[in-house]
């Protein structure tokens, strides 16, 4: 496949949030990356770090996009996650993270947006905040760099600069490709508990029974191991008789060590908020929860079957006072592994 103009590659970076299709503002950046690494010293010099790698793939109905970075990292392996999907009620990026060199990462978030060709996402609160920038986007570059203020955005210190390189076109990095071609790098996680849903890997076929709507769907999931520290990510596809077209509901799922305890991040092609829970899985299930205002509360329960079955039901209360109704059913079994 030939690379797009350079006019195709700078319009995402130019368009608003007022564009037709906000969510593919970041589709300069889908492919596969070579990474020049620079960072700040105390001397107020720059140095130039590793080369690590990283693949950016669109995910959900192009609804999101995923950022897998790895490579050596200032004496340690780092893993690198994101995933950055557009809130078109808040009209801005919501951006997940996960870094981590040796299992003891944690989930993260940013909130930003694009304006004049320069993309920026910021974190913290008060004077104290961080603010990622994407800029000089070309066909086969983009450079992003980090800073810090302590005094509220009235003066910035960068401190870390990625320089991206393309390796591969965009087309080399689908849905498809996220699943099929590992890409992870470095050492399983220490933790025991990280790997408590790993009874879930793998490809599953089935039934996807909607008790409020009362029909049954065809449903298909797919589970793997996003990086080899502890995060886990699954794709869950539906659809009803006849259909052609799959209806797409993404989640990534990690232990995080400081919490003892794992999180959950989701969201689908019609609605892509990225919504949390909380969790703590075992061999025998896996229940995650997300809290609702009002007291409400969605609970996803994931249970092992015998003969390599799987069965996921899923829950939702309405407020503090309501009870908890079933409203979807999933069976699954495991699909063998292909021959290679």
Avoid at 260 to 286: C, M, Q, Y
Wanted: aromatic share 10%; with cysteine; glycine share 10%.
């Amino acid at each position: 496949m030939i690379l797009p103009s350079l006019i195709a590659l700078l319009a995402p970076l130019q368009v608003d949030s007022s564009a037709p299709s906000p969510h593919h503002q970041f589709d300069f950046w889908i492919g596969e990356w070579s990474v020049q690494n620079r960072h700040f010293q105390e001397d107020g010099s720059w140095k130039d770090g590793d080369v690590t790698r990283a693949r950016i793939t669109p995910v959900c109905g192009h609804r999101a996009v995923l950022e897998e970075w790895a490579g050596p990292f200032r004496g340690s392996f780092m893993n690198g996650f994101s995933l950055r999907a557009y809130d078109p009620a808040r009209e801005d990026w919501d951006l997940l993270l996960f870094w981590t060199t040796d299992g003891n990462g944690g989930f993260g978030r940013l909130r930003g947006g694009f304006r004049h060709g320069r993309g920026e996402f910021f974190s913290g609160a008060g004077d104290d905040l961080q603010r990622y920038t994407f800029s000089d986007a070309l066909p086969d570059s983009v450079r992003w760099d980090s800073a810090l203020t302590s005094d509220g955005g009235r003066s910035w210190r960068t401190d870390w600069i990625m320089e991206f390189s393309r390796t591969a076109p965009a087309s080399s990095t689908t849905q498809e490709h996220l699943f099929e071609i590992p890409w992870s790098e470095g050492e399983l996680s220490p933790h025991a508990e990280a790997r408590a849903m790993d009874w879930a890997l793998g490809s599953w076929t089935g039934t996807y029974s909607d008790l409020a709507g009362e029909r049954e769907l065809e449903a298909r999931l797919r589970c793997k191991l996003l990086d080899k520290d502890c995060l886990l990510l699954d794709l869950l596809e539906t659809r009803a008789p006849g259909e052609e077209d799959w209806h797409e509901r993404l989640a990534v799922r990690g232990y995080v060590a400081q919490r003892g305890a794992w999180e959950s991040h989701r969201l689908s092609e019609d609605d892509p908020v990225l919504r949390g829970a909380v969790g703590r899985p075992t061999a025998e299930v896996a229940v995650f929860e997300e809290a609702r205002p009002g007291g409400g509360l969605w609970r996803e329960a994931w249970r092992p079957l015998e003969d390599d079955g799987l069965a996921i039901e899923l829950e939702e209360r309405e407020g503090a006072a309501g009870a908890l109704e079933l409203r979807a059913v999933v069976e699954l079994r495991r699909i063998p592994d292909r021959p290679r």
